[in-house]
């Protein structure tokens, strides 16, 4: 998928492959890095839903759990598990200096912990190219 914003190919090639090698290396599936304002960045070719969904729909959610998060004195928002009949979807939410998340889904609820493990590592060797993309 093509990103809503005008990013160099080499960039967003290498956030291709961190999202596939993720996906590889897991049971994640339709995984996005969508800004915190809800433009879709990139996603990996197992994203078949609708781009609004992967935009609009996380932003708001992150918005909405960082209040949440911060007027109960949780600290910072850092992901959202939305649990589903059929599986689940992960945000992992970036610091406050970092305008990303990454947004999956998955069907087994047995390696929660590890995804969420996996998902933070690929973050972490995204926020350098991230850090490149002006919104």
């Known amino acids: 998928m093509e990103s809503e914003l005008n990013i ?8 291709m492959r961190s999202l596939e090698i993720l996906e590889s290396s897991t049971d994640l599936e339709g ?23 992967y935009s609009a729909s ?3 959610l992150i918005s909405l759990g960082e209040k949440i ?8 928002l850092k ?3 939305i649990r589903g009949t059929e599986g689940y ?16 889904n998955c069907k087994k609820d047995i390696m929660l912990g590890y995804y969420f493990h996996k998902m933070r590592k690929a973050f972490k060797i995204m926020e ?8």
């Open 79 to 81: 992901e959202i598990v």
């Open 89 to 104: 979807t992960l945000i992992l939410v970036g610091d406050k200096d970092n305008n990303f998340m990454l947004f999956t």
């Open 31 to 53: 995984t996005a890095i969508v800004s915190k304002t809800g433009l879709r960045i990139a996603s990996s070719e197992t994203a078949d839903v609708v781009a609004d969904i």
């Open 69 to 76: 998060s911060q007027g109960l004195d949780q600290g910072d």
């Open 58 to 60: 996380p932003a708001t």
């Open 128 to 135: 350098p190219v991230l850090k490149q993309i002006q919104i």
């Open 8 to 15: 160099p190919q080499e960039v967003l090639s290498d956030l």
